[in-house]
C-alpha cells in the first residue's frame, strides 16, 4: 500500500483535474500529469503541480510511493501503463475509467494486476477539459471500487480513503458486475439521449422551436464530446449491445402496445416503478456494509453481497452501524 | 373576438393554474373552473377566483364575453365542451392540451369551431396540481397557436396576446405539423425516458445506486403520473407511432454498428450534432415573424411558413423587426 497520502494522478480533464483539485483540498500531496503542455499550464496557473513529461512524474510516483490513478480515455492506456510498468512497478494502481473488464485486461497485459484495484467515481458532466474540473465534483456520488476475488486488501484501502477523502461513498462491486450495470445506468442512456435528439433534430427547426423539459433533459448527454463517448461505450461493447437488445425489444412490444391497443400503460407503468425506486434511492441515505474486515476469509464476496443490496462501504462498520 | 381581458380557465391543475395566476399577475381579470372542490379550496385560499360549478363559471365566462380556456385532461374533454356549447356558445374558445387534433375533433362534434383557436404551451413540469403552479411557468415558453387555415383572426390575436401576457412566444402551427412535432420532441421522450428507467431498474439496487446524472436526467419525466402521459400521449397515438418506428429503427442501426463493427460513431455523431442544434436555437434569441397582418390574404399559411424556419410571433412587425 502507499506508505503515505500521495497520489499521482494521470491524464488531467474533467475527472483527473477534478480528482487533483478535490485531494488536494482534502489535504493530500497530489501531482498530475497530462500529455497537452496547455492543460498543464492550466492546471499550474491554479496553483496545482502537473508536467507533461509521463516518465519524469512516474519516477517522482514511484520514489514518493504515490498511489497511481489513470485519467486518461481507455483510448490512451496502453502507452500508460507501459510507462508505469517501466518507472513505477511497485505503485498501487487504480483508475477512473467507466468501464472495468478492458482496464483489467490491459493492467494484466503489462503485468500490473498486483497492485491494481479499479475504480470507477459516478460523477461527470457532458463538459470536459481542465476548465470543467470541480473539486466538488464528488461529493456524495458513488465510487465504484473493484472487488474481485484476490485484490489486494491494502491497495483496495486506499483506493477507497481517496474516495472518501474528496467526498465519495464507495460500493464495491465485481468486473464483469460493474460493465453490466453502467451499460445501463450510464452506457444505454447516452445512446437513447442520441437516438430522442436525432428523432427530434429530424423534424427540422419547428420541432426544435417547441421543444421544452422532456427533450432537453432526455437529450442533454447527447452533447457529451463523440470521442469521449466513443471511447466510454465502444470499450463495454459487450455488456452494453445486451442491454441495448433489450431496450429495442421493450420499444418494440411498447410500439405494438399503442398500435394494436392504443395503450402507453405497460411502457409507462415500468418506466414510472422504476423511475420512482431510483428517486427513493437517490433521496434516502445509503444503508452502510457491515461486519466486514477488510482482508479476512471471504471479505471479497461479503462486501459484493451487501452493495448488490443497494449498501455502501463507510469504512469498517459493525451492524449497529456506529464506527469501530 | 373578446371586448376584454376577461380569461375563464377551466382545469387549474399544473398548467391551467399556472396560467391563471399567471394572468391575473399581468392584471387580466381571470377565474376558473375546477371539477375537484379540494382544488378550488387551494386556489381560493391562495386568493383567486374559483368556482367547482362548471354551469355558474361558464354563464358568467358568457356574461363577460371572456377568452375561455380549456386546462383539462384531453380525456374530459368532451363534458366541458358540452357545457361551453349550452352556456357560451360565442365566446372565443382555446385551450392548453398537448395535441390538437383530437381537440379540434371534438371542438367541431359540438359545434364550436368557428370560436375555437388551439394552444400548447410547451412548458411543464413532472409535477402536477395547483400545489405545483408556478405564476412564471410560461416565463421564456413557446406558445403553439394554431394556425390552420380558415381561422378566426380576432380570436387568434386574443389568443397569442394571453401567451404574449404570461411571457411566452407564440409559433403559430398547423394541427398536424403540431401534432407531428410534439410526438417527436415531447411524447417520444416520455417512452424513451421510460425504456431507460426500466432497463435500468430491471438490473436492481446496485445498478439504481450506480445511477449518476445521465439516468437521472434521462428518465426524469418517467416520474410523471401514469394518467397525465397515458393521456397525453394516446390522444397523439397516430403521429408517436410514426416517430417511434423510426427510433427503433435508428436504435437497431445503432445496434447493428456496435455489433458488426465495434462503434457508436454513426448514432453518437447524429445525436451529438441534432443536441447541439437545439442548444443553439435555445441559447439564441429568436428571430422574429415579420411582415404579416393578421387577417390579410394569405396570413395563416405566412405565418406557418415562417413558423417552419424557426421564427416566432411577437406581434406585428416589419421586415426591419421595428414594432409597427
Not at 456524495?140 to 477523502?165: C, F, K, M, Y
Request: charged content about 20%.
Amino acid at each position: 500500500m502507499s506508505a503515505n497520502d500521495s497520489i499521482c494522478v494521470l491524464g488531467l480533464g474533467l475527472i483527473g483535474g477534478s480528482l487533483l483539485r478535490a485531494a488536494t483540498a482534502a489535504g493530500r500531496v497530489g501531482f498530475g500529469y497530462n500529455r497537452s503542455p496547455a492543460t498543464v499550464d492550466e492546471a499550474r496557473d491554479a496553483g496545482y503541480d502537473a508536467d507533461a513529461d509521463l516518465d519524469v512524474v512516474l519516477t517522482r510516483a514511484a520514489t514518493q510511493d504515490a498511489l497511481i490513478v489513470i485519467a486518461t480515455p481507455v483510448t490512451a492506456l496502453d502507452p500508460i501503463l507501459g510507462a508505469i510498468a517501466r518507472h513505477a512497478p511497485n505503485c498501487a494502481l487504480t483508475d477512473v475509467i467507466s468501464v472495468k473488464a478492458v482496464v483489467a485486461q490491459a493492467v494484466a497485459e503489462h503485468g500490473l494486476s498486483d497492485r491494481y484495484v479499479g475504480g470507477h467515481p459516478m460523477a461527470g458532466t457532458a463538459e470536459s477539459g481542465w476548465a470543467a474540473t470541480d473539486p466538488a465534483l464528488f461529493t456524495g456520488a458513488t465510487w465504484v471500487v473493484g472487488t474481485d476475488d484476490g485484490v489486494d486488501p491494502e491497495v483496495w484501502q486506499s483506493v477507497s480513503a481517496l474516495a472518501g477523502d474528496v467526498g465519495a461513498v464507495v460500493v464495491p462491486v465485481a468486473t464483469d458486475d460493474h460493465d453490466r450495470a453502467v451499460a445501463a445506468i450510464s452506457h444505454l442512456p447516452h445512446l437513447t439521449a442520441a437516438v430522442t435528439a436525432a428523432v427530434g433534430g429530424g423534424e427540422g427547426a419547428l420541432a426544435l422551436r417547441l421543444a421544452a423539459g422532456s427533450f432537453r433533459d432526455g437529450t442533454r448527454v447527447a452533447g457529451t464530446a463523440v470521442p469521449l463517448q466513443r471511447a466510454m461505450l465502444e470499450a463495454n461493447a459487450p455488456a452494453l449491445l445486451i442491454t441495448l437488445s433489450e431496450t429495442i425489444d421493450r420499444l418494440t412490444r411498447a410500439r405494438d402496445e399503442l398500435r394494436d391497443r392504443g395503450s402507453v400503460q405497460v411502457v409507462a407503468d415500468n418506466g414510472h416503478r422504476a423511475r420512482l425506486r431510483y428517486e427513493e434511492m437517490a433521496g434516502d441515505e445509503p444503508d452502510p456494509i457491515v461486519d466486514v474486515e477488510i482482508g479476512a476469509p471471504g471479505w471479497t464476496g461479503d462486501l459484493r453481497h451487501q452493495a448488490h443490496l443497494g449498501r455502501v462501504w463507510r469504512g469498517a462498520q459493525t451492524r449497529s452501524a456506529s464506527p469501530e
